[in-house]
């Protein structure tokens, strides 16, 4: 049988097909598509270690400073503000607490300074102090606001008590204890800090704490 | 007479594929990405020594344009901006661009609320 040069066309055109469509399988899109996603994602990650960074520095900087919390909130009002002009936005919680040399079987006095950048009011907050297990609550903390309570102990002896705050806002519940080293002899300051960088890629989460001993002429 | 039908319509039959297969391809706006990762690893680099932080306090952007020569892979060209709150944007006429934002507190000496915008473009 003799193909006639139109079949023979016809024919070249369906291997040419068969080409095309193999090709375009082959690319692959999807995958690189799906790996530039986890790269621009990581970099979210980047960007708020960075900013976490900057909040560890905060306590370094203003280590011999009296408004030591509430220089570290500036800053993360800073970013918050900036990340908020190209559409991200910095959300979340700190506990910054901090008391003064430490006698045995003295009562001392420990500031706890909390600063709501959640997005949303607080509605409600309960602090349950471990020492005695009092508790404080706090109601309405409005956006980008900070609240200062008192808190005190006595203990003849270095131990470990646990600060217990429980918060709800329309946008979250949450509680989160944190430890609250007490050393005789030493002066604290232990800041507490969560927060959610919301980008178009993702949502990297940041929780740590971090922790210093005043004792020293600077930080150490 | 038919074999002018038979050839037009292997013609449409590889144009059809082509149009239906490639045309709604998206491109991966991969440069940009990996701009941005040099961008920020160059500020890390310059943090990490402290000549950052120096720079941010002191807003020396040439001192910064300078140290990031050596950083920033060659072929993509970059500017910064040191500012707080009023930050002004740099004149680039460009398609393909992208930045960076990079946070500092500053030093033990001198505590300031400060970023870096790092402006990438080829």
Partial sequence: ?220 | MMKTLEAMLAIIMIITTFLVAYKSVPTPDIATVNWRYYGFNALQTLDSNGTLAKYIIESNTTALNNSLASLIPAGISYDTTICSTDCSTPSIESNTITSIYYYSAGNATNFVAKKVILYLWS
Avoid: C, H
């Avoid at chain 1, 980047?46 to 220089?71: C, K, M, T, W």
């Avoid at chain 1, 200062?148 to 002896?157: D, E, M, P, R, V």
């Fill in chain 1, 1 to 220: 049988m003799v193909m006639n040069k139109g079949q023979m066309y016809l024919i070249l055109a369906t291997i040419i097909v068969t080409v095309l469509a193999i090709l375009r399988i082959s690319l692959n899109i999807d995958f690189i598509l799906e790996n530039n996603k986890q790269l621009q994602q990581n970099l979210d990650t980047l960007e708020l270690s960075n900013i976490e960074n900057g909040i560890r520095q905060s306590l370094v900087n203003n280590y011999n400073i009296p408004a030591r919390s509430d220089n570290i909130n500036s800053f993360i009002d800073f970013a918050r503000s900036s990340e908020l002009g190209r559409s991200n936005t910095l959300s979340g919680i700190s506990i910054q607490s901090e008391y003064p040399t430490v006698i045995a079987s003295s009562t001392a006095t420990m500031n706890v300074t909390i600063y709501n950048f959640l997005g949303s009011q607080i509605d409600s907050m309960i602090l349950t102090w471990s020492y005695d297990n009092s508790i404080t609550t706090l109601t309405n903390l409005a956006d980008n606001t900070t609240t200062k309570i008192i808190l005190s102990f006595n203990t003849a002896s270095n131990t470990n008590y646990v600060l217990i705050t429980s918060y709800t806002s329309s946008n979250a519940t949450a509680v989160k204890n944190v430890t609250i080293p007490v050393e005789i002899g030493a002066s604290k300051f232990i800041g507490f800090y969560r927060m959610a960088f919301s980008t178009q890629q993702s949502t990297p989460i940041s929780e740590f704490t971090n922790t210093a001993n005043m004792n020293q002429t600077q930080y150490a």
